[in-house]
């Protein structure tokens, strides 16, 4: 089975489960892919406060319950819909706890494939946005590996990414982790103004490099721009990985 | 936990989730209630094809199969989120076989808690309309529960169940089981023509009694007659016996 650790926030969770059915080559419910999204979030801890204040326990603690659960019950490939979670202080542990419990599960990575994603399908692009949470954004979980792999790395201003995006995705009355259905039209507007100014900045692409940003930027391309939605290259991947044949063209 | 049959089909699964998610009180992911989703669809043979040529195996086998592994990793309260799989000759055999299995599980009857919640929240309302599978129109699975219960059925001809409403689901072209992504707007248009043709014979309320009729129909009223959106009374129900506290006010 394919499976999802889901919870990180739990409708960044079904949006990577339904990204997977989208993406799957199917005509009945029958022709879909067997998957397990297994969602326990009151006891996984948020990662950017925990990237910020490490007082609190690593959210990895709790991720790895759940990677073990997933691998129990038949799941081969798993994806962790959260990119914050993706941080070298979060996403190594996972990896080292899974190897000493002696874990075969293949996690994803969902930065390398995202990275991967853009250099297979858009050669040209070089200069390359991030729309991400504090934490991605401070840890680099992103910039690093882009600029390993020579490309142009374009962020937000500090007070844009504080002001702006990351009140988008927290923000107790209009984030979309507290308002997701509708999502709030401000959270809307903060992440344009945020393409906007990374536009004006160069960016050829944007990654959308927080797995709540989709959910308010459906959109593929905004004024030419291309967004990079880390979830469904994410879903693409496990699929590819799992069962290739049914891998939807793009 | 509470426990989702996916698969049945698989956006059906996705959308009981959400609505889980979207009646919760929640104002951050921890928040949220523990939550798991299995979907097999490969092995859970077609609900609305068994009850008309009962020469496949009964899907009921495969979803106990579901049921056994969701009570085996902390499930207690499950949902099914497909109605036809509620008739008689597939709900029946599921519980006996979790008797036979000695299994605690509680799983929740759609059907039962919609009429339940027509008849707590709309004590006025005695003539109800039905959408549905041509499998739950022709096994009665509202029909008879709601005659007992005091209500006038009303339901679409049989021409207009097979030509229209029916395809809407199923066909291979435009029917929802195909094409969600987005809906096709003749599925739309020829659920709509079913509702106009019930509130014409005085349908006051309309039980969506097809998982995937919400997603067609999304509204919670047209011209009037209120939509009974079964799978989010089937969410409603589900954080109502597991965590009574978190259930948001209608």
Do not use: W
């Not at 107790?172 to 992440?191: D, R, W």
């Not at 989709?214 to 030419?224: R, S």
Request: glycine content about 6%; hydrophobic content about 45%; some cysteine.
């Amino acid at each position: 089975m394919i499976g999802i650790v889901g919870g990180l926030g739990p409708y960044a969770g079904i949006d990577l489960l339904k990204k997977v059915y989208d993406n799957t080559i199917a005509n009945s419910d029958q022709e879909h892919l067997n998957t397990v999204l297994v969602s326990m979030p009151s006891s996984i801890n948020d990662r950017t406060e925990f990237l910020a204040d490490k007082t609190i326990e690593n959210p990895a603690v709790a991720i790895v319950e759940v990677l073990l659960l997933l691998e129990k019950i038949g799941v081969t490939f798993a994806g962790i819909p959260c990119n914050t979670a993706h941080s070298k202080e979060i996403f190594d542990v996972i990896l080292t706890k899974l190897k000493e419990k002696k874990s075969m599960l293949n996690v994803l990575n969902m930065i390398t494939e995202t990275i991967l994603f853009l250099n297979t399908n858009y050669p040209n692009i070089v200069r390359v946005g991030v729309l991400s949470t504090t934490g991605t954004y401070k840890s680099g979980i992103y910039s690093e590996p882009l600029k390993a792999n020579g490309y142009k790395v374009i962020l937000p201003t500090i007070e844009i990414q504080e002001e702006l995006i990351h009140p988008a995705i927290y923000d107790s009355v209009f984030g979309i982790k507290t308002v997701s259905n509708p999502i709030n039209p401000k959270a809307v507007k903060n992440l344009l103004q945020g393409v906007a100014f990374l536009k004006k900045n160069g960016a050829q692409a944007v990654i959308l490099g927080c797995t709540e940003i989709p959910l308010a930027i459906p959109q593929k391309e905004i004024d030419g721009i291309v967004m990079i939605d880390a979830t469904n290259v994410l879903a693409r991947a496990l699929i590819n990985k799992y069962s290739p044949d049914k891998l939807k063209g793009l």
